[in-house]
């Protein structure tokens, strides 16, 4: 069994990651700086933009709205590593009340279609 908490760890937050690399790599943000911002090595930014790593979960077009703008904020305005982990937090929360984690829990067939786990944030 794996718990929401995993299924948030091993497949939304880097989904989340690889939507973050893919709208700073837009804005303009080169991939070192990307992977000294997020805290990952160039090679996983690599992956990111590649689509090798984070596809497995479809975030909600508002949660993609919303790295979107963060992005734009960070890459015109910069961002401190606190405020970042905030920023990654918040669409991590939102992203789990839009039930992505759930559905995606139950298509890898460790929740029923009557678990609530996954929006209990």
Known sequence: MKVPCQITQWYLLPA???EMVKE???????????????GVTPA????????KRGKRVTLPTEIQKKISVSARKISTNGIADEEL??????LCIQARKARAVCEFHKKLGYADKNCTLCTAV
């Open 85 to 90: 982990s905030r920023e990654i937090c918040e």
């Open 16 to 18: 989340i990651s690889a």
């Open 44 to 51: 996983a930014v690599s992956q990111y933009v590649k689509g």
């Open 24 to 38: 700073l790599k837009k804005n303009g943000v080169k991939q070192a700086e990307i992977a000294r911002l997020l």
